[in-house]
Nanobody, 125 residues
Framework: QVQVVESGGGLVQAGGSLRLSCTVS????????MGWFRQEPGKEREGVSC????????YYTDSVKGRFTISRDNDKNIVYLQMNSLKPGDTAMYYC??????????????????WGQGTEVTVSS
C-alpha cells in the first residue's frame, strides 16, 4: 500500500530553519506531483508549496515565497521542504501529499490522493 511519511518538524526560534522530509513508498514516485500543506488547530488547511513530477516546476503560496524551497529526489522517493527565516505564523502541522500528474506545472488545487500523518512545526518568538 501507499505510505507517505513526513519527518523533520520540531521547535525552532523565529528566524531559524528546518528541513522537512517526506518519504513515499508503494507508488511510482515520478508519476506524481507532490505538495506540502499546513494546518493550525481550528483553522482550514492551507497549501504551502508543490512540485511537479520531474522537479522542474514549483509553486509557493505568497506567504512563504523567498523563504521556503521545495525539492525532490526521484531516486530516493523523497520530497523536501527547506524552511528558512521561520516566523511564529509558520507554526502548524505540516502535511505532505501526492497526486498522480505528469503535467508540466503543479497546483495546490489538485485533489491530492495520498496524505501523510503530518509533522509538527512550532516557531517561538
Amino acid at each position: 500500500q501507499v505510505q507517505v511519511v513526513e519527518s523533520g518538524g520540531g521547535l525552532v526560534q523565529a528566524g531559524g530553519s528546518l528541513r522537512l522530509s517526506c518519504t513515499v513508498s508503494g507508488l511510482t514516485f515520478d508519476d506524481y506531483a507532490m505538495g506540502w500543506f499546513r494546518q493550525e488547530p481550528g483553522k482550514e488547511r492551507e497549501g504551502v508549496s508543490c512540485i511537479n513530477w520531474s522537479g522542474t516546476r514549483t509553486y509557493y503560496t505568497d506567504s512563504v515565497k523567498g523563504r521556503f524551497t521545495i525539492s525532490r529526489d526521484n531516486d530516493k522517493n523523497i520530497v523536501y521542504l527547506q524552511m528558512n527565516s521561520l516566523k511564529p505564523g509558520d507554526t502548524a502541522m505540516y502535511y505532505c501529499a501526492a497526486v498522480e500528474s505528469n503535467g508540466l506545472e503543479c497546483t495546490l488545487e489538485y485533489d491530492y490522493s495520498y496524505w501523510g500523518q503530518g509533522t509538527e512545526v512550532t516557531v517561538s518568538s
